[in-house]
């Protein structure tokens, strides 16, 4: 097939006006290297414009009834040196793009001017064209002589185009620079003609094209307008007609609302008709089903022996059923020939790489206003022959891995059919699939595997009736010797609700509280009452739920009553205290933050114990607040006394002094730790000064040095972000000299914060699970609270030594979608390194949520976007001015909000520089003082209920006598 092109030809009249004297020329702004002046358009061609001074260079473009020209111009200009600030103003622009020396020397204003400071050294403008093919005119021009002498100049101007330029007069000889720059400057004679030819890209083959395009939510109205108007211009650009270019349109967007736009058309005004009263669908983006869509025109419509020929178009990643790799290899198996164009920081461009099974078939811009910087490339490659793709690679070996189960929890008075997703192991034989926990391993029925893909196989098996109420471990045997176990999978329940904790169990009443509250068989539709009160409930999974305490409730301590759909209730006596705001103190602790150090004690050793004790309300500081611990009961064996240096007011915790103590054998007991026995501090409630945890003593060994966890890596590392609950994770576990006895288990425990409680609270943990390499994959399933979460790593040795917890992890869970409380606030943590740049874009779907972002500097305030109303928020932090560090983005719901988040955190491009700045601070709302949470906390390493070690029994010979007879 041979490619094709109409041009057309445009000669340029240009009259360079020279009536500027010397001394007026030395306080403007120089254009290029040797003059000055002012630059303006009187015709369309998006050239660039001052109005500050009286002498005008004019590039004149004359109608002509010849089809339109798209594409781009650039501009530069260089030692502009300006004295003053300048506003450069263009005329018919779609698009706007610059960058300037100092980079911050420019802001772009709107879409058509940009605003530079004094000192601006350069400028270089990227502006798209829309024009006729022009007329013929002449004028008083001379080209620049090949050495580039300026021949009596007084000033320079250069236009660079995507043209070829032709010398029409004998008089003048051509530059030896690039033909697709033009450069000329003011003499007084040889009237000379320029002729100008511009290659306008039209394509003439036949062909038959489907547009592909992305409908999601995640695109605005105004990007979606910026998308239609690039697939009119890149119609305008085929021929269409029966014998040459037919085209025809799918959306896609939630999967099963797909639809075709149009199907494959031979008359352009129909086509563009389509094209302008498209509307967008919303909703998710389901990549594959678009690919049908197309596949499926193509297959029954397209014309035999004509290229056939997809370009999709996205700003994400498949995130519906379905498996797009799967349909593109139907697509390229049908012979058609597939491109994808990438928006933004959304798309997967690993799988875009994927679905066209070519890399220089992916093109990808920085927003859906530069989508007209790469139309001329999609209409060559479309254009051109088009090889067949090479023969995709041979896939690496997959890491077998289980990676979800659907459902995630079923009641015990029934079998529950769920479907388990894997990869990466056979399926030639049924696999053994089994739960288990602390109370014991039971075997699934019934199993059946499906290959889904060739990445993918489905289990389908039954989870029987009778099995006890808890958390279980999912493992899959696949039959070769293997083990694949995803953590915290299956979640049993019974009909009867249970409740065992509100956290936190007290707060003020001259604000909202949150509280989790946790304990089993929470069913959907269940309610949760404070005393009498009816709270507003979110149930997170059959074993947490959050709640809002309102603020005003009266003083006093409350039962807390859940009910289940079905009547069944549970109810906790005393679970929460309503605190005056003018109250004195309130001292308490958890029972997860007793420490010892080392986290294993040896019968005979000596080992340090404490405690962290948190302090609510009062006004002075309080001073070596008294911890006693004692052992196997509230009032047993004083093992001794610590004290609290000091408590601030009005919220802090702090730890106990270290107490030394000796166990003088092996054992497990009870430890307890009563804060203020004597009752030195007057306090509005002292239900909560005892916490306890269960201690195991060993026997003294050989090795006491405690292995170490020395990295924990989230997926493949690249982020640390997930948009579903599991979150697979790679722990890398050493055990030191002298005497190494060898890495045995990890331990995991998952935190979130807790605004109401002021504190990391532990929400899922695991048993101890075998390390049997370096690193060891742990398939982790999170409690589905969006924000934050951190996983802390132990490992436990061969003899019985516990790491200390300072191994943290952070995985920020960032569904698709989330929800948001009026009031509440959800937080994401992410890193910044120097020359970086963070884009934080917060899409809000439906109600009002407004988007912070704090740093590491405790000096800084937020950065804010705080627009009303629904509309969306965007901040960005520029390279220049990161701090290297975290930086802390919250979401706050002004009112009840849908929101769809994403932060971008990377070296700043051209691209990135000229982004379209989005949101900014309404005049209504306040801006927030501190962050909800600071900056640099992070759950305390000293922290956490970790399992008695379970070591392996010592095995020992007995001697009997032989007795004969």
Known sequence: MLRRWKSRTLLVLVLLASLLSVGLASQRPALAATGDGDFTSTAGGGELASTAGSITVASTIQGYEAPQVFGTATYVYEDLSLQ????????????????????????????????????????????????????????????????????????????IYPTTLTYVSADVAPDSHDNATLRWQQTQSNAFRVEVTFDTGKCTEPLDLMLVLDGSGSIS?????????????????????????????????TQGRGRYELRLADDPSVVLARVNAMTQLDGYTDIQEGLQLGREELAANGRAGVPQVMILLTDGAHNQGGDPVEEAQLVRDAGMHLFAIAVGSGPNLPQLNALTADPDRVFSVSNFASLSTILSQIVGVSCEPIPPPPDPPIPPQLQPEVRSIEPEEGYNDVATDVTILGGGFSTATIPSVQLSNGGGTFALTNVVTESATLTTTLLRAVVPAGLPVGIYDLTVLPGDGSSLTLSNAFTVLARAPVLSSVLPSLGYNDQDVEVTVAGFNFADGITLTLGTTELVTQRINGTTLQAVVPALMPVGTYAVTVTNPDGQQATLPDAYTVLDASSNNDLLGYDHEIWLNPVTPRAGETTEIGVLVHRLGGKAVLQDVVVEFRRDAVDGPVLGRSTVPFLDPPNSVESTTPLAVTFTQTETFDLYALIDPDDLVPEDTEINNVVSRTVTVL?????????????????????????????????EATDPSPNPSGVRSIHVIEY???????????????????????????????????????????????????????????????????????????????????????????????????????????????????????????????????????????????????????????????????????????????????????????????????????????????????LTR
């Open 221 to 253: 109205s105004t990007n979606f307008r910026q998308m239609r108007d690039f697939v009119r211009n890149l119609v305008n650009s085929y021929t269409v007609s029966p014998d040459d270019a037919r085209v025809g349109i799918a959306q896609f967007g």
């Open 752 to 962: 979130v914060y807790n605004v109401g409680a002021g504190q990391w609270v532990p929400v899922v943990q695991s048993g101890w699970m075998p390390y049997s390499a370096t690193p060891s994959d742990v398939n982790w399933t999170m409690l589905p609270v969006s924000g934050m979460h951190y996983l802390q790593v132990r490992a436990l040795d061969e003899a019985g030594n516990i790491s200390i917890g300072r191994s943290q992890q952070l995985v920020n869970y960032e569904p698709t979608a989330e929800e948001i409380g009026r009031r509440q606030t959800h937080t994401y943590r992410y890193t910044a390194e120097a020359g970086q740049q963070l884009t934080a874009n917060l899409e809000v779907l439906s109600g009002d949520a407004d988007l912070y972002v704090w740093s590491s500097r405790a000096d800084q305030s937020a950065r804010v976007s705080n627009l009303d109303g629904g509309a969306n928020e965007q901040v960005i932090i520029p390279a220049s001015e990161i701090v290297p560090g975290v930086y802390q983005v919250e979401v706050y719901g002004f009112t009840a909000a849908r929101y769809r988040l994403s932060v971008v955190i990377e070296a700043p491009t051209t691209a990135a520089l000229q982004a379209t700045t989005a949101g900014g601070l309404s005049a209504t709302k306040s801006e927030p003082l501190e962050p909800i949470v600071p900056v640099n906390s992070l759950p305390d390493e000293r922290a956490g209920l970790t399992p008695g070690p379970t070591l392996t029994a010592a095995t020992h010979r007995v001697y009997l006598p032989l």
């Open 84 to 159: 003053d600030s300048m506003t450069f103003r263009f005329s018919a622009s779609t698009s706007l793009q610059f960058a300037s020396v100092p980079p911050s020397a420019c802001t772009k204003v709107s879409e058509t001017e940009l605003s530079c400071s004094a000192d601006t050294t350069r400028l270089e403008v990227v502006t798209a064209y829309r024009f006729d093919v022009a007329a013929t005119s002449s004028g008083f021009v001379h080209v620049l002589n090949s050495s580039g002498d300026l021949v009596a100049a007084t000033r320079l101007v250069e236009l």
């Open 699 to 731: 026997a003294a060994s050989p090795d006491r040095t405690v292995p170490v966890v020395q990295r924990i890596t989230v997926g493949d590392g690249s982020s640390t972000s997930v948009n579903t609950p599991q979150a697979r994770i790679a722990v």
